[in-house]
């Protein structure tokens, strides 16, 4: 999972939960020692246990390593730039998919059209 706000979190969670095995991706170490330290992401889900086998990591290619599935939960704002940033990590055929809502304000694409741009080589479903 990439992406450590609120849905990113409950959706990592929801995953760990049904005994995958997951890694939630943030940009902040500080906020990431945080999560780990105290269970929770206080900051936008304070309160909500995460399941003790959640894997929290600020290290992007450590993060998706042997990943089949990659889910991105970042703003709009910054979905173009992390998909750049993961696509040489991720071999074909990899599934990922977009949760992040809204679109790119420069070419007014959805979330799931930039992966299409960004990582041709893996499948986000629409096939």
């Known amino acids: 999972m990439l992406g450590g706000g609120s849905f ?3 959706i990592a969670n929801m ?8 890694t ?3 940009r902040s170490e500080t906020v990431a020692q945080e999560i780990r330290d105290s ?3 206080a900051a936008y889900l304070p309160g909500y246990k995460l399941h003790a086998d959640l894997s929290i990591n600020t290290d992007l290619e450590q993060a998706v390593a042997g990943c089949d599935t990659v889910f991105f939960a970042v703003p709009s ?3 173009r730039g992390v998909a750049k940033q993961v696509s040489h990590l991720l071999p074909a055929g990899t599934i990922v998919v977009s949760t992040a809502k809204g679109i790119e ?7 799931s059209q930039v ?7 893996c ?4 096939d």
């Open 24 to 26: 939630l991706w943030l």
């Open 15 to 22: 995953i760990a939960n049904n005994n995958h095995q997951v």
């Open 105 to 111: 304000a420069d070419t007014f694409l959805l979330p």
């Open 123 to 126: 499948s986000s479903g629409r």
């Open 115 to 121: 992966l299409e741009q960004e990582i041709p080589h």
């Open 77 to 79: 704002s910054a979905f």
């Open 8 to 10: 990113g979190t409950a």
């Open 39 to 41: 269970g929770e992401n």
